[in-house]
């Protein structure tokens, strides 16, 4: 246990919810004891609130609206951006480095939370590395501009195969994100259609394969029908129990060997374990850190977990599921046992019931359960969005979503692909010698 007579060194690594939100509780919790320095470290500056990743990849938002510095959130915590790239939890010290530079840092701590996530599942389908995941605000912006691309080559197209091939999107799973991305993906292709002349929406195909029997299994059945519903009367076509055997660049080949030409894959399949946690020497449940309801590690009572890191069992030993509603909560309770391990006292468990699911399924839709409330249509997409604009720390922020969301019901999205090179002549100069004269 930590001296008494000196401060306590917690460092929380991750800048998701979970960890920004710790933090932030710590400081609350600790503002007349003034007896624990708080450090966060994250790869990014600042806070994403990934529900709304979906309407910043369609253009709805702008993508800077839907995330919030953390230097802003936090008054006494010490923020260092960078990479972890090692946990020593034998002599309590974090290594990173900061990109690009190189800067490296030695972070010793009486107290670690661990608070980094998941990635992205590309483990259990082969040639997961050719399809797109969208985790990120990169993902999100990287996705728009393949659109746009795709689109770009399609309407000068003579070839009608290649057409069809660059104008077929796959979606690789059906549960929350996956469907949620489809909702918004589907706007996005119907609004900028028009902006093209020799491209018509019966054109476009949107594909999505779910391995398993259900569609949106998170859902009540009949939330979920409504959802499928609404989605193929946009001329989504939606296919259960169609495991893809291979992703390629080209296409993706289904289990029963049928070959499908696609312009672009995106892998909603799941969440895998973050690969810092892979040799720290835990125990662990699906790659995920097993901690105590009290999100304490046992075997190792100076290490914490939160959000979709951690294995933390509900009351009936189930682990809570990986949503942000969670990890919010969490994170006050996180904050709270800190304190009272510091103080010798007895640890709270977590315990929480979800208040609900809601999912937006793009053009004004929704489905959601809200206590036991099934709502759906309008309702559910307005309480959706006003739910997560509540979510949106700082009134700056949320005023920025409010006047993005009503321009966007009297304007399309627009088709401007975001330029992500940063010397767009390196490859026309190296492939021809005489681009420079």
């Keep these: ?49 990934t529900p709304l990743l979906f309407e910043a990849g369609s253009g709805i938002l ?9 230097r802003q959130l936090l008054n006494r915590t010490r923020f260092i951006m960078a990479d972890v790239t090692h946990l020593d939890i034998e002599s309590r010290h974090v290594e990173a480095v900061h990109q690009p530079g190189g800067q490296r840092y030695h972070v010793e701590y009486d107290q ?6 998941g990635v992205t ?28 691309d795709a689109f770009e080559q399609a309407d000068v197209e003579s070839d009608p195969a290649r057409k069809k091939q660059l104008l077929t999107f796959v979606i690789i799973g059906a549960g929350l994100v996956g469907v949620e991305l489809v909702g918004e993906l589907t706007e996005f292709l119907s609004n900028i259609c028009g902006t093209y002349q020799h491209i018509r929406y019966e054109e476009v195909k949107v594909l999505v394969c779910e391995a398993g029997a259900t569609f949106l299994k998170e859902m009540p059945q009949g939330q979920a029908a409504f959802a499928q519903n609404v989605l193929e009367k946009r001329g989504v076509e939606i296919r259960v129990s169609t495991p893809v055997a291979k992703i390629s660049p080209d296409g993706i080949t289904l289990k029963d060997q049928t070959f499908i030409p696609t312009n672009l894959t995106l892998l909603c399949a799941g969440l895998a374990a973050h690969p810092l946690l892979k040799d720290l020497p835990v125990p662990k449940q699906h790659g995920r850190i ?32 990986q949503l942000a509603q969670h990890a919010l909560r969490e994170a006050r309770v996180l904050a709270d046992n800190i304190c009272r391990s510091r103080r010798g006292e007895s640890l709270v468990p977590f315990d929480y019931k979800s208040m609900g699911t809601l999912a937006a399924l793009g053009h004004y839709n929704g489905i959601g359960r809200v206590m036991k409330l099934q709502v759906r249509g309008f309702i559910a997409w307005w309480v959706w969005r ?3 604009l509540s979510q949106m720390p700082r009134w700056s922020r949320r ?9 966007g019901l ?19 100069k190296e492939d021809d010698p005489d681009a420079g004269d």
């Design 399 to 407: 005023l920025r979503l409010v006047i993005d969301w009503t321009v």
């Design 1 to 49: 246990m930590t001296a008494p007579d000196r401060k306590n060194r917690v460092v929380i690594v991750g800048g998701g919810f979970g960890g920004v939100y710790t933090a932030a509780a710590l400081e609350k919790a600790t503002a007349s004891a003034e007896d624990t320095d708080i450090t966060l470290i994250s790869r990014d500056n600042y806070l994403l609130i």
């Design 62 to 70: 702008d993508p800077r609206h839907t995330v919030c510095p953390i």
């Design 290 to 321: 097993a901690v105590q309801p009290t999100m304490r590690c046992q075997e190792r009572p100076e290490i914490w977990a939160i959000g979709d890191c951690a294995w933390i069992p509900d009351p009936q030993g189930k682990p809570y599921p």
């Design 410 to 428: 009297f304007f399309h999205n627009d088709v401007v692909k975001l330029d992500m090179n940063s010397n767009p002549g390196a490859e026309l």
């Design 121 to 148: 599942n590309r483990a259990i389908i082969p040639g997961s590395e050719h399809a797109m995941a969208f985790k990120t605000l990169a993902d999100a912006i990287a996705l728009r501009n393949r659109i746009i």
């Design 112 to 117: 670690l939370v661990l608070a980094v996530g």
């Design 386 to 388: 006003t739910y997560y």
